[in-house]
């Protein structure tokens, strides 16, 4: 690697233009006064001084109180876990900026519009996240046990346990099982209820809706739509809940024939 190439990768990892020609100058000489490193670098004199203070402010290099002053890198272990530790700062910072940006997004406004989602892993994610935002309620629709991943059940658990009130509807009795010792309230329908079981569904406090349907046979492959917070998530919510009531008043009824 020539030292053209090393100063850009440190620059890449955030160091500016001077610190990285200071650093890498100083790994050839061992240590050195600003006017050895600079003629050792691209980096004029007078850009050393506070190149080479930054880089002691970073953790990167000593710095020794001699006339003239000299500077001495750290080990080069020593460099990787400083970088390394503020590439990760950085890292969390960015991304506790994004998330709160979406947080206050999702708060000065309601999504009017219908998402669509492909693929059974990211509706899987998108079930979860949609899921975090109930406050009072939450249905889940699982046809089957391949419908519920262990994610989703273990969101639907923690949903129940903060005071959601949290229903799973199934066509499958061995789901209920699973949430024998969960404050998961099962209802087990008939499989021969269509309104019920054209695929996966979930409804988050009568407003939040999500539909999931196979693409292919076998469910391997999936297509979902979602809209959250919005006016035609309620319109769909009643939909869901008509649906529902009406699988249980045929359940009773044929119960009493």
């Known amino acids: 690697m020539s030292t053209q190439d090393a100063v850009e990768s440190l620059r890449r990892l955030g160091l500016s233009k001077y610190e990285a020609g200071v650093f890498v100058a100083l790994q050839q000489l061992g ?68 998330d709160a940006l979406q947080d206050e997004a999702a708060h000065d406004r309601r999504v009017q519009g219908v998402s669509t989602v492909r693929g059974r892993q990211p509706i899987d994610e998108r079930i ?46 061995a789901l209920g099982d699973r ?10 329908m008939g499989e021969d209820n269509p309104a019920d079981f054209a695929g996966r569904a979930l409804m988050v406090d009568e407003a939040t809706v999500l539909l999931a349907v196979a693409r292919t046979e076998g469910g391997t492959e999936e297509e979902a739509l979602w809209t959250a917070e919005s006016s035609i998530g309620r319109i769909l919510a009643q939909f869901m809940q008509s649906g529902m009531e009406s699988g249980r008043q045929r359940q009773t009824d044929e119960s009493s024939a």
Request: proline share 6%; hydrophobic share 40%.
């Open 31 to 98: 240590s050195g006064t600003a006017e050895a490193i600079s003629d050792t670098s691209d980096v004029p004199r007078s850009q050393v001084y506070g190149a080479a203070d930054d880089l002691a402010e970073r953790g990167l290099v000593e710095v020794t109180q001699s006339t003239p002053k000299e500077y001495r890198p750290v080990s080069l272990t020593a460099a990787r876990e400083q970088l390394t530790a503020r590439i990760e700062r950085e890292r969390e910072r960015a991304f506790e900026n994004l």
């Open 179 to 188: 949430f024998d010792a969960d404050p998961v309230h099962v209802i087990v």
């Open 128 to 173: 979860i996240a949609l899921l975090e935002t109930a406050r009072d309620s939450a249905v889940f629709v699982a046809p089957a046990g391949s419908s519920l991943s262990p994610d989703i059940a273990a969101s639907l658990r923690e949903r129940a346990t903060t005071g959601v009130n949290v229903v799973l509807v199934t066509a499958e009795p």
